[in-house]
């Protein structure tokens, strides 16, 4: 090895965490960081990639890698290898070992670096949901997949920016926290919770950001009915006791499922919930979004004034910056 050390960074890292098995990762002990001064040669990257293969049959990656190094005095340019230089001291878990001599970068950290360079912030939360969140799509450089293992937690995100606050794009992270939630199940769930919950200068209905994926404990009627020990909600609001599922076709499709979503509907109304369902047609359309987020507003007791006032056009940019038709139908 020579003493040779690369840390993954970036997009990289993102793959490395996502194609890797947790238990053949190892979070790096809290301390100072020396980063090399120099990015690898093509041979050295070649040997070091070649090694983490074996380690880590799975493992997905693509070129050019993107690497962090300590320095730029000692540039090398390469169309497998981009450098980005980190030169302030980094503090808490910033790295994972992948085997000996190769790192990449804590999800969190992987996240501050890619916003160092996202100029959306709307773009950077459904990044920040989907690190939270229970699924997988090309943001984080892999094929789309559910049923994902989380990468962090708001938690985690919010304790590394606390403590790096000096990095590039940390500050734009630790803005939009405000509005991230851990347990998102799918994009769609992601833009649906941004839509209803931003606030109006940003575009939304100003409802709040729920929980998301909340557990809730059946009552012995309610198991009874679907036998069921507790319910998932999509979008909750324990407080208020309302659940806003999003019933995408392939999740609720067949007579089988409907019958299941209703048993599941008439248990929780036992419980004095209420359940809003939204289709994938209604997220669609601006027309039933409103007509949903007015339901959601009178059940939650907010107030229906807007003090933004040019809030459509930002509605309709939100729509548009999350991939959103902006018409009526």
């Known amino acids: 090895m020579n003493g ?31 980063l090399p001064d120099q990015a690898p040669s093509g041979e050295e990257l070649a040997k070091t990639i070649e090694r983490l293969r074996a380690t880590h049959p799975s493992l997905h990656i693509d070129f050019p890698v993107h690497v962090l190094v300590g320095s730029g005095e000692l540039r090398r340019f390469s169309s497998a290898c981009k450098e980005h230089v980190v030169s302030a001291s980094l503090a808490g878990r910033s790295f994972y070992r992948l085997t000996e001599g190769a790192y990449a970068a804590a999800p969190a950290f992987a996240l501050v670096q890619l916003a160092a360079r996202e100029k959306s912030e709307v773009a950077l939360l459904e990044l920040a949901y989907e690190v939270c969140g229970t699924y997988q799509t090309q943001r984080t450089g892999v ?17 590394f920016v606390s403590r790096n606050p000096s990095l590039d794009g940390a500050r734009k992270v630790a803005r939009i926290l405000r509005y991230a939630a851990d347990g998102s199940a799918s994009p769609r769930e992601t833009k649906q919770v941004l839509v209803l919950g931003l606030p109006h200068a940003r575009g939304g209905y100003g409802l709040g950001i ?17 036998g069921k020990a507790f319910f998932r909600c999509d979008l909750c609001w324990p407080e208020a006791k309302l659940d806003v599922e999003y019933q995408s076709r392939w999740a609720h499709e067949g007579e089988a499922k409907r019958l299941e979503d209703s048993r599941r509907t008439n248990a929780l109304a036992t419980m004095g919930w209420t359940v809003v369902g939204v289709t994938n047609d209604e997220l669609d359309s601006l027309a039933a979004t409103d007509a949903i987020a007015n339901t959601i507003r009178r059940h939650l007791g907010k107030r229906t004034q807007v003090h933004v006032s040019d809030h459509h056009a930002r509605k309709l940019r939100l729509r548009r910056q999350l991939g959103l038709p902006v018409g009526y139908e």
């Open 143 to 159: 094929d789309s997949a559910y049923d994902a293992t989380p990468l962090a937690s708001v938690h985690d995100l919010r304790d």
């Open 4 to 34: 040779l050390r690369l840390y993954f960074s970036h997009r990289t890292a993102f793959q490395f965490l996502r194609t890797t098995r947790p238990c053949s990762r190892f979070a790096v002990r809290s301390g100072p960081v020396k």
């Open 210 to 226: 729920p929980r998301m994926n909340y557990e809730v404990r059946a009552s012995p009627a309610a198991r009874a009915l679907t």
